[in-house]
C-alpha cells in the first residue's frame, strides 16, 4: 500500500506492551535508514548527529514481552472479529445506532468496536449508570484541534467529520469479550433507544467504511 507502515503497540492495542511502544517497516532502504536515525536522536553513529531526532528506541523488555505475545495475535484478531459479528446481529434492529460499515474488500482486526448515534451523550450517561464502560475515540477532528489552526480550516470545512465526531460511542471490545457481556451492553443500548428520546433514527446515509472511523 505504500513504501513505510507504522504499528502503535500502546497496551490497549491489539497487540500491546506494557507502556509505549511502537514500531515503523519499510523494504525501502533509505527510508529504513532515516527512521533508525530519527528513533536514534538523529545519530548516524554513536555521538555523530546529523539531523535533530527524537528517543523512540524500543526497549528490550517491551521487545521481549510483545515477541511472547505475537503469537497469539492471529487468534486474538479472530476473536475480535467474532465478537465484532456478534454486536452486528445484537444490534441489527436497532434503527436509532448505526454499526460499523465492513467493506468486501477489507478484514478489520476491530481495535474498537464504534457505534454511532445522535444522542451520544445520552448514551455514554445511560451505560455509565449501568456499570459498563464506553469510550469515544475521538471527540475532536482534526481540523478543528488548536494544532492544526494554522491550517485554516473552518469547523464548516469537513460537515462529515464534524458530525461524525459528535456521534460516536466506543463499546467494549477485546479478544475475551463473552457473548454475555455483549448481550448485558446491547440490552442497555435497546433500553434507552426504546425510549420516546431515542426513536429518531439517525443518519444511516453516511455510513462509512470502518478504517475511516479508526483513522
Known sequence: MGRAAAFSFYPGKNLGACGEAGAAVTNDTKAAAKMRMLRDHGQAHKYYHDVEGYNGRLDAIQAGLLS????????????????????GRLLADNE??????EPSWSRSVYHLYVIRTDARDEMMKHLKEA?????????IPLHMQKAYSWLHYSPADFPVARRISAEIVSLPMFPHLTAEQ?????????????????????????????AAIQA
Not at 68 to 87: G, H, I, P, T, V
Not at 96 to 101: K, M, S
Not at 131 to 139: K, R, S, T, V
Open 131 to 139: 456499570g459498563i464502560g464506553a469510550g469515544i475515540h475521538y471527540p
Open 96 to 101: 436509532a445506532i448505526v454499526c460499523p460499515f
Open 68 to 87: 511472547a505475545k505475537l503469537a497469539y495475535l492471529s487468534q486474538w484478531n479472530a476473536q475480535r472479529r467474532e465478537r465484532a459479528a456478534e454486536y
Open 182 to 210: 455483549q448481550v448485558r451492553v446491547t440490552e442497555a443500548i435497546s433500553s434507552l433507544t426504546s425510549s420516546a428520546l431515542m426513536k429518531r433514527p439517525v443518519d444511516k446515509e453516511t455510513a462509512i467504511p470502518y
